[in-house]
């Protein structure tokens, strides 16, 4: 852990042995924080929060801009610890833990010396009145195991820029990233305390969520934690941005490029991350009159992936992340089965073979799926995908909104008209048409319904870590 300028090895939450994904064996038994290192996080930030408030901006700028480089600089080691603690295939890593968290570093770098507040003409009398964004001071940070340097680029880099510090608290299923990026920091001269990351399970998250030392929680994870969160955040009346869970829908209408929508669906539900990403679209809703065209290519494509070692380049779908989550999955496809939820058309199985030791799960995809089935209604988080069919348009946007959630969800049409339209319908804070972009740090990202509230990205992002000021000058003599 790294409290202040201090590197720790033990914590009163315990200890955790971090299992590689990938094996099954355990890599490294680490330190979990426990109430007394958050305590000491806490005081420790607020210590630095007055010093980083009052740094010129061009000072704060210099800092992120540096993280960034080093980022860059460091991208391979980044990309290999990525792999080791939650198995995301090697290719896929040097994106998501190097090339995506620099963009945001220097994205939210470069706002430091533009965040701005406003002159407003008020009434009736003579007076100067003006905004200042001032910076809440202690934010925590809690973040999943999927992407964790992504989530520090969407959460840290707008909480510093904005001039708050920060307590991360990564998941003991992946906290080695944020360690590594820990060093970085100090490296790049960010001021000791302005950032402290305490790995730990639910007793740190508890811990730290229920600090009355914490002014403003940036929560991602699953909507169970999230409860938990709030109810913790609710003693000291903290304020919470929850970026949670999705079953986002992907449309697709008899005119769309059927070979480029198919690519896509299977990319990123069962390929990507092996579904493990909140956003990904894990319902593929077609048109009837080419349900059967595209369920014959969307099978044929699945049944080609290769699942296999994540450092194989070769391999595009890696293991999911722990023991529990991969019978967790298997109890989902089980039920599914039982329930006759669907029609399982490929996969469903273990990997076993020489795969056998780590988390491997056959893509499985099933068809005909209800979309009042718990296969249809819930996050599942792995390599599964459900397929459903609509008749006319009205149809695929009452089943695309039929759900709890409301992250994300995409359309494929050639027809502006449709696009449009069923962009305007569908209840969810992404759209992707024809597409799907990875999170651009320049853009508004979060989701409506319980996929939460508040947003990372772009100047949504970096005002949620801001409070207006407001002076009033009197200028009546
Ligand atoms: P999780 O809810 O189990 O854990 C998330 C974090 O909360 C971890 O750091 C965990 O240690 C911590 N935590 C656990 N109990 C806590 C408590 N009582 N108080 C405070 N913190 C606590 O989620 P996960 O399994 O790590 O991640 C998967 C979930 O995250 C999925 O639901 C996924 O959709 C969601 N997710 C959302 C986004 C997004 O941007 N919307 C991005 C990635 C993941």
Not at 397 to 409: E, M
Request: charged content about 20%.
């Amino acid at each position: 852990m790294l409290i202040g300028a201090e590197w720790i090895s033990e914590g009163t939450g315990g200890r955790y042995d971090h299992v590689n994904p990938a094996t099954g064996k355990v890599q490294r038994s680490i330190a979990l924080a426990g109430p007394s290192e958050i305590d000491r996080a806490v005081a420790a930030a607020r210590t630095a929060f007055p010093k980083w408030k009052a740094l010129p901006s061009n000072q704060r700028r210099d800092i992120m801009l540096r993280i960034a480089e080093l980022l860059r600089r460091d991208t391979d080691e980044l990309a290999g610890i990525a792999t080791l603690e939650n198995g995301a295939p090697s290719t896929f890593t040097p994106i998501l833990a190097g090339e995506l968290p620099a963009e945001y570093f220097t994205y939210y770098g470069g706002w430091v010396d533009k965040l701005c507040g406003e002159a407003i003409p008020v009434y009736p009398m003579q007076a100067l009145d003006y905004t200042i964004p001032e910076p809440y001071g202690v934010v925590a940070v809690i973040i999943p195991w999927n992407g964790p340097l992504t989530s520090i680029g969407q959460k840290v880099a707008a909480a510093l820029a904005a001039g708050n510090c920060v307590v991360l608290k990564p998941s003991e299923l992946a906290p080695f990233t944020s360690l590594r990026f820990a060093e970085l920091c100090l490296e790049a001269g960010l001021p000791p305390g302005v950032l402290n990351v305490v790995p730990g399970g639910p007793k740190g998250g508890e811990a730290l969520v229920s600090h009355p030392g914490v002014d403003k929680i940036s929560f991602t994870g699953g909507g169970a934690t999230a409860t938990k969160v709030l109810q913790g955040a609710a003693k000291s009346l903290t304020p919470v941005i929850l970026e949670l869970g999705g079953k986002s829908a992907n449309l697709v209408f008899e005119d769309a490029d059927l070979d480029k929508a198919v690519a896509m669906a299977v990319q990123t539900s069962v390929a990507t991350l092996s579904g493990q990403g909140c956003v990904l679209p894990t319902r593929l809703i077609v048109q009837d009159s080419v349900y059967d065209e595209v369920i014959e290519q969307v099978v044929d494509l699945t049944e080609s992936l290769t699942v296999g070692d994540p450092w194989d380049p070769a391999t595009v779908v890696g293991p999911v992340v722990s023991a529990h989550h991969c019978s967790r999955i298997e109890g989902v496809i089980a039920r599914a089965r039982q329930e006759g939820a669907g029609e399982l058309l490929t996969g469903g199985e273990r990997v076993g073979g020489e795969l056998s030791g780590g988390y491997y799960l056959q893509p499985t995809i099933f068809g005909d799926v209800d979309n009042r089935s718990h296969l249809a209604q819930e996050e599942i988080f792995g390599p599964v995908l459900s397929v459903l069919r609509f008749r006319n348009e009205d149809e695929a946007v009452s089943l695309a909104n039929d759900t709890k959630y409301g992250l994300g969800a995409f359309v494929h049409t050639t027809n502006l008209t449709t696009a449009h339209n069923v962009v305007r319908r569908l209840d969810a804070g992404y759209i992707g048409v024809n597409g799907f972009a990875l999170m651009p740090p320049n853009a508004p990202f979060g989701g409506v319904k319980q996929s939460g509230y508040g947003r990372e990205g772009g100047s949504d992002g970096i005002r949620e870590f801001v409070q207006s000021k407001n002076v009033y000058i009197d200028l009546e003599s």
